[in-house]
């Protein structure tokens, strides 16, 4: 097996094609308001409208990066509830209030009426932008990180490669390319494309995207509801829950899909820990507001970790879950995982905010019309692999893609640029990667590999060897020559 550094110098050398081009972001430095989620005592909501004075702590969040000025696919008429509101204030005025995740999950994936349901906002014309959306770059890159655990694994027979909540399909569609750029590399490889999708409208999205729309519903088994083949030939498979992609060796990929999960907020009080929860309001009609459960609740009986020092706390049960399957299936099969998203490392606490047309959003308001997100806790995704993988990160976007060789890259696309437009589009969207003022610092890179892909192959003979570890692309430094 070749070096490390060997193997990127030829992907780098592999990768030198144009590529197509991907308008940048001009918003600014990409970042709202940090203050703009919920309404603690003397702040208010986006919009404008007081919030009760919860004693919630105003904790900095890196905010969804923006651009452009988008519109929506549904027409709201202003001070009118819309559709999923009148649901939830019938619902709460029946039952009584309800936790902030089970709010987040009618909001975003509402069979009828939610965000991401009806097909989410994601590129310029939408709610948010993200780094794939921005830069062919952010994909590629990516695309080598597999092939290069690929190769470091000892280059198994075949893999899946696992993506959860693809968006509109442009990270799949540039790692596909960088495959295809390497297939004399992966010619005996068997590889396949599996997709973990909810949305109706983003899956019909993706398909046009990867296979031109030559897609077909999979009758001969039943855990995938779509299938088809991609422009370079190879098989593409839509599911609606990760429990039903097949087992074996698997690569899997969740860039920004972990934040949109539900998450639970707690507050300390002089009582005890108090679960945050959603409710109608009495004094404004057909609005909804944060108040403290009475007393404790389930989810704070459970969630809450007895050496817990902050005073406001959010946890996502469902990134929990899914962490477990994957550290399991990794244990069990063999592959790695790669988490992009935004987040902290268990020192946040107020982060729960909205989107919409590339501005912060009352994440109270018009429910099913605006984009909900939190940062991720990686301190939680790490314990709650339980041992099962070794993890690496949270890294920093711009020291994993710095790692990954962007620099290279970029040089090459600007070599092979040959009008000015172009070239100022390429450093346009390399500033917003890796500045860290604006995607840079706000994303992090975070792993999961089996225990054994952090031990030299040497140690299994000799247990007293001293041969360096292979490192770990993105998360060690390269020597690109």
């Known amino acids: 097996m070749a070096p490390l550094p060997s193997r990127f110098s030829l992907f780098a050398a592999a990768l030198a094609v144009a590529g ?18 919920l309404g603690a005592a003397g702040r208010q909501s986006p919009s404008g409208d007081p919030r009760p004075p919860l004693p919630l702590p105003t904790a900095p969040a890196a905010a969804r990066t923006c651009s452009g000025a988008g519109g929506r696919a549904e027409t709201e008429r202003p001070g009118e509830p819309t559709a999923l509101l009148r649901h939830l204030l019938l619902k709460l005025r029946a039952t009584g209030p309800v936790t902030v995740a089970e709010y987040m999950r009618e909001a975003l994936t509402n069979p009828g009426q939610g965000y991401y349901t009806r097909g989410g906002g994601i590129g310029e014309s939408g709610d948010f932008v993200t780094s794939p959306e921005i830069s062919q770059i952010f994909g590629e890159l990516i695309g080598i990180w597999y092939i290069s655990e690929w190769i470091a694994m000892g280059k198994p027979k075949a893999f899946q490669l696992v993506e ?9 569609d540039d790692i596909l390319r960088v495959f295809h750029q390497l297939a004399s590399l992966l010619s005996k490889c068997d590889v396949s494309i599996h997709l973990v999708e909810v949305s ?4 019909e999205t993706q398909a046009l995207m990867l296979t ?20 370079t030939g190879i098989p593409i498979f839509w599911y609606r829950d990760i429990q039903d992609v097949p087992p074996g060796y698997s ?14 907020k ?6 005890g820990w108090r679960e945050v929860l959603v409710d109608v309001d009495p004094e404004v009609p057909d609005h909804l507001r944060f108040v403290l ?11 809450i970790q007895p050496e817990e020092r902050r005073d406001h706390v959010e946890v996502c049960p469902e990134a929990g879950v899914i962490i477990q399957r ?12 790669l988490v992009a998203d935004y987040g902290h490392d268990g020192t946040k606490t107020d982060t729960f905010r909205g989107f919409r047309n590339h501005k912060p959003h009352d994440v109270l308001r018009a429910p099913g019309t605006a984009d909900l997100t939190a940062d991720v806790d990686y301190s939680y995704l790490r314990k709650m692999t339980q041992g099962r993988t070794a993890t690496l990160g949270p890294i920093k976007q711009r020291e994993f893609l710095k790692n990954m060789g962007i620099d290279l890259r970029l040089q090459v696309l600007l070599q092979n640029s040959h009008d000015t437009q172009t070239r100022e589009q390429l450093l346009q969207s390399y500033d917003m990667l890796m500045n860290p003022e604006k995607m840079g610092d706000c994303f992090n890179f975070f792993a999961l590999l089996p225990h054994q892909r952090l031990l030299h192959p040497d140690k299994k003979h000799n247990p007293e060897s001293k041969s360096p570890v292979p490192p770990v692309a993105g998360f060690d430094e390269l020597l690109l020559k």
């Open 200 to 203: 109706p409208k983003l899956s």
């Open 251 to 264: 690569f899997y990929l969740a860039h920004e899909f972990f934040d949109a999960l539900p998450i639970h």
């Open 212 to 231: 031109g729309g030559k897609v077909q519903p999979n009758s001969e088994d039943k855990s995938a509801y779509m299938k088809g083949v991609s422009k």
């Open 293 to 303: 459960s009475p007393s404790s609740t389930p989810a704070t009986e459970n969630f």
């Open 326 to 337: 994957l550290a399991c299936r990794i244990e069990k099969d063999g592959g790695a995982a």
């Open 20 to 37: 197509r081009r991907r308008l940048p972001c001009h918003h600014g430095n990409g970042r709202p308001n940090p203050h703009a989620s």
């Open 164 to 172: 959860l909540g693809p968006g509109r399909g442009t990270l799949t």
């Open 266 to 271: 707690f507050q300390r009080t002089e009582k």
